[in-house]
């Protein structure tokens, strides 16, 4: 399996950040995975941001609940995170992950990440 996050690399405050993850290697509608969505700040640990699972089902870290939606196209085998309303604070690596089978909390495989700044 194998992920690839693509984004802008730059994002003003206030916008919504949108990126995206290509899979290739496995199909994002295979049951008992769950595609995640982790960050990780400049000098601090990994931040879980949230995942979408194998029919469709979204569940979010509750500090980020308010500003966070991720989606799937299963015809491109893609998921999508998109952050609103973000703050130079969002600034981060941004990666996407599949899970081991059917564990939400440990992720196997991993993309190389992308670097979202935000700022104006």
Do not use: H
Request: charge should be positive; include cysteine.
């Amino acid at each position: 399996v194998q992920l690839q996050e693509s984004g802008p690399g730059l994002v003003k405050p206030s916008q919504t950040l949108s990126l995206t993850c290509t899979v290739s290697g496995g199909s994002i509608t295979a049951n008992y995975y769950y595609w995640g969505w982790i960050r990780q700040p400049p000098g601090k640990a990994l931040e879980w941001i949230g995942y979408i699972d194998s029919s469709g089902s979204t569940y979010y870290s509750p500090s980020l609940k308010s500003r966070t939606s991720i989606s799937r196209d299963t015809s491109n085998n893609q998921v999508s995170l998109q952050l609103s309303s973000v703050t130079p604070g969002d600034t981060a690596v941004y990666y996407c992950a599949r899970s081991l089978r059917g564990d939400s909390v440990k992720y196997e495989y991993w993309g190389q990440g992308t670097q979202t700044t935000v700022s104006s």
